[in-house]
């Protein structure tokens, strides 16, 4: 999943960075409102983590502006500004929720869990495809009871089509999800890592649909 952190304070940014890709996301990294909006423009993301006193734009204009875009991504604002009439504003401008800072990061891992399942259409917190089950809290995969280790980017490159059974993802989607911008990209690096998901899980589990991408069938 491909996240877009917007935070001024390059402390905090670098901490959160962190904790994120250690959670094997995609994170793009982005220090002001102006950057934030050309960001979410151009790219496509899973979910956005927005402070709201950015340099040269507020944070709930950025916000305002997605909205009017009617660009429906998962919007968690995280930010000091605590008062009540703050909170309300930013829900009402279209957040789907609100941390106050100074938060605990497990905390605020298992909010982003919760909207990235909201976006999904989904409730339970545990994927479950025939006999497969993944974990996105642990990490943990299982093929009929039984752990097995995917490496950071096959998960990531698994989740986004076992989320959504049947749709098909093209390499380019699935290149968003797994890559930020800083990272190199290899021609043939989602060919690779659904090669070692297959492996591990069985060569029927993902698709090709020639000329558009990748799909898990619908069960």
């Keep these: 999943m491909r996240l877009l952190l917007v935070e001024d304070d390059t402390m905090i940014g670098e901490a959160v960075l962190q904790?994120?890709?250690g959670e094997n996301y995609a994170v793009d990294w982005v220090r002001d409102g102006v950057m934030a909006d050309e960001a979410l423009r151009t790219e496509q993301y899973d979910l956005v983590l927005l402070d709201l006193g950015l340099p040269k734009r507020d944070g709930l204009e950025v916000l305002r502006g997605l909205r009017s875009r009617r660009n429906p991504v998962p919007v968690l604002i995280a930010t000091a500004r605590d008062a009540v009439g703050n909170r309300i504003a930013g829900l009402d401008a279209g957040a789907d929720d609100y941390v106050v800072k100074p938060y605990d990061t497990d905390?605020?891992?298992a909010r982003i869990r919760?909207?990235?399942r909201r976006a999904a259409g989904r409730a339970e917190p545990v994927f479950e495809y025939k006999g497969i089950s993944?974990?996105?809290a642990t990490h943990e995969a299982?093929?009929?009871?039984?752990?097995?280790s995917l490496s950071a980017r096959e998960w990531a490159v698994l989740e986004p089509l076992l989320v959504r059974p049947g749709a098909v993802l093209s390499r380019a989607q699935l290149e968003e999800k797994l890559f930020s911008w800083k990272d190199d990209i290899s021609s043939n690096a989602v060919e690779v890592y659904i090669h070692g998901v297959r492996k591990k899980l069985g060569n029927d589990l993902?698709?090709?649909?020639?000329?558009l991408g990748y799909l898990?069938?619908?069960?």
């Design 19 to 21: 904790v994120l890709r």
């Design 107 to 109: 905390e605020l891992l």
């Design 114 to 116: 919760a909207l990235l």
């Design 134 to 136: 993944l974990n996105p």
């Design 142 to 148: 299982t093929v009929g009871g039984q752990p097995v």
């Design 206 to 211: 993902i698709q090709t649909v020639r000329g």
């Design 216 to 219: 898990v069938p619908k069960e």
